[in-house]
């Protein structure tokens, strides 16, 4: 027992180590010296504000997982579950993105998940957060590509989450392509389909949610308020998933940025929107690592005291064995 605990903590601060490394990356080579036209003690109250959003976003999209989670059929309690989120989520700042997922699995060993489960779960949610995130990434459409044809791009992938939503039971089909292309084994069906639908919704208001922390820094850099929202939402989230598939780079460090870049120059000067991007970058890394960070440490203080509550309590029957009989 003692040489496993060596191991888990060993384990443990290997980890941490890797993901602080992760995210020191993710932020090198930024242009740090364009965030002196933001950063002023006028703006500190939006940028927290941006800040809260950005983990109010960020929890949704925890409760979307761990929805997927019980549509694959695996039951945990809730700390449990918001433990294997956040240290999956962390994963992303390892390159590889393979870490989180062993991570996850073995988290789901300990809970009594099987890894067909914990794999199903990864897959479904996989499907679930690039369709949502296209479908909200293309609000930035027609700022591109003008009302007309932006809108058409749009209904696509809103026209397939309608679908989804009404019919989930379909998004079996898509996990089952997504295992192929992956060549992955193919994952059991859906237990409770009916799931993946509050999923879904949960998921698109975490894009939503966490690009709005892009509108914050970009009407706070002279972009029009009515004009930037859809534009700056959809950009973090169509950048934000673009860089899901830069597996080699911590959590999509340069793809975003480019293509944030490139969707707010539509609204803003294109030295402001190279300092938008910065700022998303340091705003949202910083809201994702406060938030997990708080989680797991709640999460653990809680196991805690859970634990001493146990030991603190003495087994049933044990008041009358100790209790003498009378005469």
């Known amino acids: 027992m003692g040489r ?14 890797a993901v602080l490394g992760g995210v020191a990356v993710a932020l090198r080579g930024q242009e740090w010296s364009t965030l002196g036209r933001l950063l002023r003690p ?12 950005t983990g109010a976003g960020l929890l949704c999209g925890m409760r979307a997982w761990t929805l997927t989670l019980a549509s694959v059929g ?11 989120f956040f240290v999956g989520f962390l994963g992303k700042f390892v390159p590889g ?59 696509l992938p809103v026209a397939l989450l309608v679908v989804l939503a009404v019919r989930p039971g379909l998004l079996d089909t898509l996990v089952r392509l997504a295992a192929r292309v992956a060549r992955r084994p ?50 973090f989230a169509l950048a934000t998933t673009a860089g899901t598939f830069a597996i080699f780079v911590p959590d999509g460090a340069g793809v975003r ?27 949202s890394t910083l809201a994702e690592v406060l938030t997990a960070g708080l989680a797991l440490l709640t999460v653990a203080v809680s196991d805690r005291l859970a634990a001493r509550g146990r030991a603190a309590t003495p087994p049933a029957g044990a008041d009358a064995r100790l209790t003498p009989t009378p005469g």
Do not use: C, K
């Not at 703006?43 to 941006?50: F, P, V």
């Not at 940025?257 to 705003?283: N, Q």
């Open 186 to 235: 193919q994952p059991a069906p859906l237990h409770r389909p009916a799931e993946v639908r509050r999923s879904i919704g949960w998921q698109t208001l975490s894009w939503v949610l966490s690009g709005v922390h892009l509108w914050v820094v970009a009407v706070l850099l002279g972009a029009d308020a009515r004009t930037a929202l859809a534009a700056a939402v959809g950009a």
């Open 4 to 17: 496993r605990r060596v191991w888990r903590t060993a384990l443990t601060a290997v980890f941490v180590v």
């Open 97 to 155: 993105r393979l870490w989180g997922l062993l991570a996850q699995l073995r988290l789901g060993d300990a809970a009594g998940v099987s890894r067909g489960r914990m794999a199903g779960t990864y897959l479904v949610n996989l499907v679930v957060v690039l369709l949502t995130g296209g479908a909200v990434g293309l609000l930035v459409a027609p700022a591109v590509l003008g009302t007309g044809a932006g809108l058409a791009w749009l209904l």
């Open 257 to 283: 940025e480019v293509l944030v870049v490139a969707a707010l120059s539509t609204v803003l000067p294109l030295p402001a929107a190279v300092t938008a991007a910065v700022a998303s970058r340091v705003l």
């Open 74 to 84: 695996a039951e945990v309690p809730s700390r449990t579950g918001v433990r294997m």
């Open 42 to 53: 006028d703006t500190a109250g939006w940028l927290l504000a941006a800040l809260l959003v």
